[in-house]
């Protein structure tokens, strides 16, 4: 069993930002594919970026060259650094764990709230 908490989550201004962090237990983190997603109000859950095992990354186009993800295998922890964070950037943002690159793992996060305001 994988358990997952982020933290990091906050009020930040348009142009501002944040860095959230998803530090996992309970299993061998290497071997996991981590993605993080987000779900705004009244929108599905979407994939915002995601790496592998071996430090390969993917990124919504949406947040290509704003975010970054990145790992520590010995840390169990996974970042996402989220910089020139516009409005439409708010949303709760979840943590995910899997064996599948780039495919929606089993294990979550409870989320972290992120707020962007204009």
């Known amino acids: 069993q994988v358990q997952l908490v982020e933290s990091g989550g906050g009020l930040v201004q348009s142009g501002g930002s944040l860095r959230l962090s998803c530090v996992t237990s309970g299993s061998i983190f290497e071997i996991y594919y981590m993605g993080w997603y987000r779900q705004a109000s009244g929108e599905q859950r979407e994939l915002v970026a995601g790496i592998t095992s071996g430090g390969n990354t993917n990124y919504a186009d949406s947040v290509k060259g704003r975010f970054t993800i990145s790992r520590d295998n010995a840390k169990n922890t996974v970042w996402l650094q989220m910089n020139s964070l516009k409005p439409e950037d708010t949303a709760l943002y979840y943590c995910?764990?899997?064996?599948?690159?780039?495919?929606?793992?089993?294990?979550w996060g409870q989320g972290t709230q992120v707020t962007v305001s204009s």
């Open positions: 995910n764990a899997g064996i599948i690159p780039r495919r929606t793992g089993d294990y």
